[in-house]
């Protein structure tokens, strides 16, 4: 079955960096896009960034521009979340979908925590 288990999170200090892991299986990792969203505490779960199926395409929230670079590893079957630049209000739970658009295929998410 589809799956997709996003792991990397953590507890970093304002201005640090992490990577976010996301693992996908029981698909071809290849014909999809795949996308990042995050909520946080009280908020509605967001668009970080999102990379197309043959990697040509990438968006990013208004938010992360600039700090964020999503990628990709087909063969790997893993999809990836770089973040620098961590700000307080980067913090939330991130998850990873298949699908340009929302999918019912989420991960279970993974806490980010940006905090001194």
């Known amino acids: 079955q589809v799956q997709l288990v996003e792991s990397g999170g953590g507890l970093v200090q304002p201005g640090g960096s992490l990577r976010l892991s996301c693992a996908t299986s029981g698909f071809t990792l290849s014909s999809y896009a795949i996308g990042w969203y995050r909520q946080a505490p009280g908020k509605e779960r967001e668009l970080v960034a999102r990379?197309?199926?043959?990697?040509?395409?990438?968006e990013y929230a208004v938010a992360v521009k600039g700090r964020f670079s999503i990628s990709r590893a087909d063969g790997e079957n893993m999809v990836y979340l770089q973040m620098n630049s961590l700000k307080p209000e980067d913090t939330a739970v991130y998850y990873c979908n298949r699908g340009w658009v929302p999918s019912d295929y989420w991960g279970q998410g993974t806490q980010v925590t940006i905090s001194s």
């Open positions: 990379i197309s199926a043959s990697s040509s395409r990438t």
